[in-house]
């Protein structure tokens, strides 16, 4: 099956052309991004597009091209069957709620809210069966659904559906999670208490859970239940009244819709990107996984030509725990395709970790011209230490250059100037983007975002390179790569509590268990903070880039600090390209069954045996460290399979290090 995103390019193509330039925005939840996409497509808060919340809102892609012509938009939906294990994983959690003994307002909840927040199911089911909450009981369970403060029937666009069936469905699933997981836990828990297992330092409490999660998965009946309630989802699709839906096997892959009529377009996508509870049980948001549009969009308060932008709007960082942690893989992969990368953070709270971290990695990966920073809600940055427009513009600033003085330790002040160029050059202060701007209220915020514009519009340009190139000596590339292995290899082995490192606290076991159901399944990644591709992507780039810093001699003299800089840029962009899809191969592709047999294991031991096998049956054999053997190329006859493995993967970076370097007439020798 086609992936959402190509069939989007294949329905809905990005213009051609060289004046078009993509922009990538990325933030943290509160950031106020959304709202600045709508200051940016002339939107406002009656039209709800894109979606905005104090909550984390966007999960599907959303890729708004403003360009001549019709008003036009695609949307994408996630495949069935990882929807279907969406709702697999809310059916555990209400199993788990139910064997705590916690009450049936907090099994509906789980069931109809996916434990990551990624997926609100309540959206496309409504919010469950309402019941009645006696007076006595108001001060404890004012967040209970009840019939007394159910919420009023609103959006009639979005069609008629008696919600009545999919209750009675969300009940008997209920029902059924709760009595299975009641038996099945108190059997656990007795037979548990009766097996001591020494290797195994869990509480029984979490030893139950383990093994009640496998049993519930593996339940036949509540598998059935979860098909139906996908089904009743399914079923919303049918109160699409205009576009076209375009199915494969019976569940939607795309649909489409053109007008040229602006309102009427946002109207059509209120049932596909909206999260208002007046649509609570009608709206297919959950299952939609991109949505692109193309038309004349323009703010309202520009008056001149047309903006030849593509804006991409994304998930976004995920859990990032610190400012030098990892950023998602596909973030990378997104920030290498676009042409710049609007940073949207909240002037009014000190800068978090994942801004901090998209920073480092956009140096560590070449990209650092590609920055352009968006301080929202400046309006509200005020105190009596801060009297000038000057003083709250430093304040807000101050800790991107505590970024800077990070990676310069690591890279050399060469390495951050292009940052140092971006923070002082294009960082935009922008207050009361929630409002309809006008010049007498607010032209300090219209002028930079004019600004704004006229800089995205012209970004992406390549610097022109110097005649001169840098000359390698291969043997310390053979060392960065050993020595970001070896990195890997000591923060994985602390995470999955194999042996301690300052600085790293072990995974919860649960964690682990669910980031290799996700391997297993090849659906993600990465689950949470723990992100193996990423991390050992990040640390071969870290090592790599310091051993780039530092060529053995230049072809043609010396160039400037800036000319040279522009060469392991675009050095670096490259190889962080092919660097990531060998680790993708090597760490998943590769190592697939092994995913699947180490997150099936059950029983005494399992959790031990779990991250034992991750570390000794897949990362060990998916990045070994090089060693004396295997730095020579080529090995020997008699060389033992850990070598040849060795020799295998250092080959393969050889080849993506010389051939990089050879495509920009660069010497490795």
Sequence with gaps: MINSRELRDRILPFPEGEEYRKVLLLGTTGSGKSTLIRQLIGGSSRESFPTT???????????????????????????????????????????????????RTDLQRALLEHPEQRFRFKYTLGEGPAREVAADDLATDLLAPS??????????????????PTNTLI???????????????????????????????????????????????????????????????????????????????????????????REQLIA???????????????LLTPLVSGVRVSGPFAPTWHDGNEIPLILL???????????????PVKVSRQIAEADAVLLVDNAQQPMQAAPAALMQALVRSGHGRKLFLGFTHFDHV?????????????????????????IRQDLGEAAVQPLVERIRNNTYYLGGLQNTLNDDEHFETI???????KQLASSGGRPTLADTRPIYDEANAIIAVRDGIARFHHQWKALLGIQAAEGVDRAHWGTVKALSRRLAENSETEYKHLRPIADLHRMLLDELGKAIQHPAAWSAGEPTSADAQNLYDEYMQELGNDLLDLVTTRILDNHEAQWLDVYWLAGKGSTFERARRIQDDIYEHAAPIPGATAARAGGSTGEEPQDRNSNELLGEIRDIVRRTAKDLGIAVR
Excluded at 149 to 159: D, H, I, N
Excluded at 187 to 194: K, N, Q, S
Excluded at 196 to 201: A, F
Aim: negative net charge.
């Design 53 to 103: 919340s104090t909550a984390r809102t966007t999960i599907a892609d959303t890729e708004i091209i403003l360009a001549p012509g019709p008003y036009q938009a695609v949307v994408t939906f996630f495949e069935r069957g990882y929807i279907v294990e969406q709702v697999r994983d809310c059916i555990v959690e209400a199993a788990l709620a139910a064997h705590r003994g916690d009450d």
């Design 147 to 164: 019939r007394s403060a159910r919420p009023t029937r609103g959006m009639a666009e979005l069609g008629e559906l008696d919600l009545d």
């Design 171 to 261: 009940a008997t699933v209920l029902d059924l999670t709760t009595e299975r997981a009641r038996a099945i836990g108190a059997e656990l828990r007795d037979r548990l208490a009766a097996e001591p297992d020494d290797d195994d330092d869990r509480p029984l409490s979490e030893r139950v859970d383990d093994e009640l999660e496998a049993a519930i998965r593996a339940d036949e009946a509540l598998a059935s239940l979860a098909d139906e309630l996908v089904g009743a989802m399914l079923s919303r699709t049918g109160l699409i009244p205009r576009g076209e839906l375009h199915t494969e096997l019976g569940w939607p892959a795309s649909w489409t819709f053109a007008t040229n009529n």
């Design 268 to 282: 059509e996508l209120k049932r596909l990107t909206s999260i208002a509870k007046p649509g609570w049980g009608r």
């Design 313 to 327: 709007d994304t998930e976004g960082l995920g859990h990032v725990q610190s400012s030098s942690a990892s950023i």
């Design 382 to 406: 005020a105190g009596e230490n801060l009297p000038t427009l000057e003083d709250r513009q430093r304040h807000v600033v101050n800790p991107c250059l505590g970024v800077v003085r990070a």
């Design 447 to 453: 002028e930079s975002l004019q600004d704004l514009i």
